[in-house]
T-cell receptor
């Protein structure tokens, strides 16, 4: 299995600001993903974080809004830029190790 | 990508067995079936995974018929703490691996 931690666990931010979320895994993994879960909804894939190259974004998500870094095989960051209240969601990091595992999530509230 | 269909919600009582069925008519040869449990404000937790026939672990059983177009998650003797959303996902566990795509899930409510 894989143990995933995320920082911060929650935050309240003002519109127009940016927040960087960190994801740390207890072992090296090849595949790492970022998801968003809006209130009362299911999970939506934002992007695949690729080590050593640019992230691969899903339809509806762009790099300028959600820049992602993946400097090594155990760590990644997701930045939510120029936030608006519509960005209020839980952001989850996920990795593959035999199967797919999820972090505890970062609960973001934008005022 | 294979699409899954599950009941939106189910109700049960403590001590009962709960069976949640998922339909995945377009499942591909390399796809596995994986079930997750999610409590409010937490990330999804892996429950069980299978390819065909029956898989059992300490928390659940997964039944997959020969045509693999559906699967059933069985939770024996549920308790109040099993109240959660359950997601059925299908995906390639091999070299064609992509991130799992979530459907709407099944909201299970266990009553005393």
């Amino acid at each position: 299995s894989a143990v995933i931690s995320q920082k911060p666990s929650r935050d309240i931010c003002q519109r127009g600001t940016s927040l960087t979320i960190q994801c740390q895994v207890d072992s090296q993994v090849t595949m790492m993903f970022w998801y968003r879960q809006q209130p009362g909804q299911s999970l939506t894939l934002i992007a695949t974080a690729n080590q050593g190259s640019e992230a691969t974004y899903e339809s509806g998500f762009v790099i300028d809004k959600f820049p992602i870094s993946r400097p090594n095989l155990t760590f990644s960051t997701l930045t939510v830029s120029n936030m608006s209240p519509e960005d209020s969601s839980i952001y989850l990091c996920s990795v593959v190790k035999e199967t797919q595992y999820f972090g505890p999530g970062t609960r973001l509230l934008v005022l | 990508l294979a699409k899954t269909t599950q009941p939106i919600s189910m109700d049960s009582y403590e001590g009962q067995e709960v069976n949640i069925t998922c339909s995945h008519n377009n499942i591909a040869t390399n796809d596995y079936i994986t079930w997750y449990q999610q409590f409010p404000s937490q990330g999804p937790r892996f429950i069980i995974q299978g390819y065909k026939t029956k898989v059992t672990n300490e928390v659940a059983s997964l039944f997959i018929p020969a045509d693999r177009k559906s699967s059933t998650l069985s939770l024996p003797r549920v308790s109040l703490s099993d109240t959660a959303v359950y997601y059925c996902l299908v995906g390639d566990m091999g070299t064609g691996r992509r991130a799992l795509t979530f459907g709407s899930g099944t909201r299970l409510q266990v009553q005393p």
